[in-house]
Structure formats: C-alpha cells, structure tokens
C-alpha cells in the first residue's frame, strides 16, 4: 500500500450540487472522530511511510485545528502530504500550522472568481477571500498549491469562464484542476437548477476546449484530462489512482481498493466513531481490474502499457478510433490523439471490449 486516503467529514455548509459523506458543524465531536481515525489508522496500517497522503472532505480545515494537528503529526511519513482547504477557513495561523506540521500540498476549492457564480454554487468565500487564502498559503512557504474550478454553472457566460482562467492565472498555482460541474440527481441543487444545467451541458464541450486551451497556451502541461500542472507538479497522489495502485482509505465513508478488493466503510457517522466500520466489501476479478485500468489510465496524457490488459479493449473499436484519428496503438502501447482526448469517455467506452 502506497497511497492513503483520509475522509474529514466536517463542514460550515453543504453546498447544494455536493454529495459526498459530510456532515454540517459538529464541532463536539471532531475530537472523537480524530480519535476513530487514528483507531482505524492503527488496525489497517503499520506506520511505514507511504508515498502519498492525501486529507479530503468535507472540509478538512474546518475541522478544530488542534485536532487537525493531532491527526497530521500521527500520519505515517510520505513524500506528498495533500490537505484540501475552502478559502474561507485558511487564516495565515492555519497556515503555518500546516506548513510546520509536514503538509506540503495544498488543494484549494475557488470553483470560480465570480460573485454570482459563487453565489450559485453556495460557496461562503467571496473572489477577496479566495485571493487572500492564496496569499496566506504562499507567505506560509508553499510552494505546491493547486486551485480547484467548476465550469458549465448556471448562468455562467463564456467570459465568465475567461475571467475565471484569467485570474486562476495570475495567482500562477504549481496546478489547477477543472471540472466540469457534476450536480447529482437528487440534490437540492440538481431539483433547483435542473433546467438551466440541461441548457449548460450542451456548451460544455466548447468550455472544455477552451480550458484546455487557455492553460496549455499559459504553460501547464494537460497531463490528466481535468488536471493541468506546472513542470514536474503532478498530483501524485490522484496519479496513483489513474495508475491503479492500491490505496487505503480511512474514515467516514471511504473506500479504500487493496488486494483485489474494494471496501468502503459505512457512512454512518455513529458507527463509525463507534468503531463499526459496516464495509462492503466488491472483489475485484482480473477483468474488471483491466478495463478500469484502460479507463483510468486513458484519462492521461502518457501512452498506456497494454501489458495485460489486451483483453480489455474490443479490437473491432480499437479498429475503429483509430480510422478516425482518435487514438494511436503500438504494439506495446496506447494512447489517445489530442482529439480523442477531448472525447475521451465516448472514446474510452467505444475501445473497452
């Protein structure tokens, strides 16, 4: 096991397009969740250093910062430690706290530089706040930030995106994630704003392109199809899920994929601090570990080794895609051409047998 996942649940607010294992305050019981971490921690891990950490949410700076602290300084050793922080929560005391606790990435969610936009998707930061967030990150000495975007939000203009790009830019992060907003059916979100997303996804290919586009001109390398990072700032962390490595993941609903299997604990808060993890437990044959490497490893801009994995992708497709110029194969090799790659999920689904 070379990767770790950490689940803080804890949030000020669940935003109405989000649905991930939150839970809203609570701030009584953040000790006893740190507390059921470390538990977990200790049964499913030795304490030998791990490659990557990565602390995800929620919200993880929201949560207390002497817990906060506590958990870090009990992690395992790793090259790469991410934490995932809204704007609104990072003062320069969070900071340097993190900074001197051993994190060395930082993952912030902007989502946009636009009032309304930001309105829309229920954030609390305001475009100042984002900025100053960055600005307390930096002068703490980090010098592996990455800001996080949506694109396709209801009543999003192209100029708004443009706008969004331009001043994503000129905080010049080491990485910049942009995603294509995924409202899930159910949510508030979805039941408010249904319409005006069914009207949005018909642009999206367009404001794909156009992210594309602006970041490669500005200098990032397109190394995932929503990751875009500086020189060598890949995210190693999420690199070892597209490369299919195994990773425990710990907490609150997380899934870890470890030995041939996929678990994922129970989202029930109280079972959880309980000690009852309830996991279901998905194993994973030798096909379904093949086509998701082909799905998961396509998403990326390095040629995929076909070693093992012939008998995942339907050469009829391949045969396909390739007439079409989507899509390059060697002997040893594939790899999707720069349109294939804005295609991508309708290209990967033609090539899986």
Same mark, same amino acid.
């Given at each position: 096991m070379r990767h770790l996942y950490v689940h803080l649940p804890f949030c000020a607010h669940r935003c109405g397009y989000c649905d991930f294992v939150t839970h809203v305050g609570r701030h009584e019981q953040h000790a006893a969740y740190v507390d059921a971490l470390l538990r977990e921690l200790h049964e499913e891990h030795d304490g030998s250093p791990v490659d990557t950490i990565f602390l995800g949410g929620g919200t993880p700076t929201f949560t207390a910062l002497p817990e906060l602290l506590r958990l870090l300084n009990a992690l395992p050793p790793a090259r790469e430690?991410? %934490?995932?922080?809204?704007?609104?929560?990072?003062? $320069?005391? =969070?900071?340097?706290?993190?900074?001197?606790?051993?994190?060395?990435? %930082?993952?912030?969610?902007?989502?946009?530089?636009? $009032?309304? =936009?930001?309105?829309m998707l229920e954030r609390r930061a305001t475009p100042e706040i984002v900025r100053a967030a960055f600005a307390h990150l930096r002068d703490a000495g980090f010098d592996n930030l990455s800001l996080d975007l949506i694109y396709g939000i209801p009543g999003q203009t192209p100029d708004d995106l443009a706008d969004d790009l331009a001043e994503a830019l000129a905080l010049a992060p080491e990485h910049i994630s942009a995603y294509e907003l995924e409202a899930k059916p159910g949510t508030r979100f979805t039941i408010a704003h249904g319409d005006e997303l069914a009207r949005q996804a018909d642009a999206m290919e367009d404001y794909f392109e156009r992210v594309v586009e602006t970041l490669t001109v500005a200098g990032y390398r397109w190394y995932e199809t929503a990751n875009f990072c500086r020189t060598d700032k890949r995210a190693e962390h999420n690199l070892g899920y597209w490369l299919g490595h195994d990773y425990l993941g710990i907490g609150v609903g997380a899934v870890s994929t470890l030995g041939g299997e996929r678990r994922r604990n129970t989202p029930k808060l109280a079972r959880y601090l309980d000690g009852d993890y309830s996991r279901e437990i998905e194993a994973l044959d030798d096909a379904t570990r093949a086509r998701e490497r082909v799905m998961l490893g396509l998403r990326l801009d390095e040629p995929l080794s076909l070693a093992g994995l012939r008998q995942a992708v339907d050469p009829a497709g391949l045969a396909r895609v390739e007439k079409l110029g989507l899509a390059e194969v060697t002997e040893d090799e594939l790899a999707l051409t720069p349109r294939g790659r804005f295609l991508g999920g309708a290209v990967t689904a033609e090539l899986l047998a």
């Open positions: 430690l991410t %934490v995932e922080a809204n704007p609104e929560t990072v003062t $320069p005391e =969070l900071a340097r706290a993190l900074r001197e606790a051993g994190v060395t990435r %930082v993952s912030l969610g902007a989502q946009s530089f636009q $009032p309304h =936009l930001l309105q």
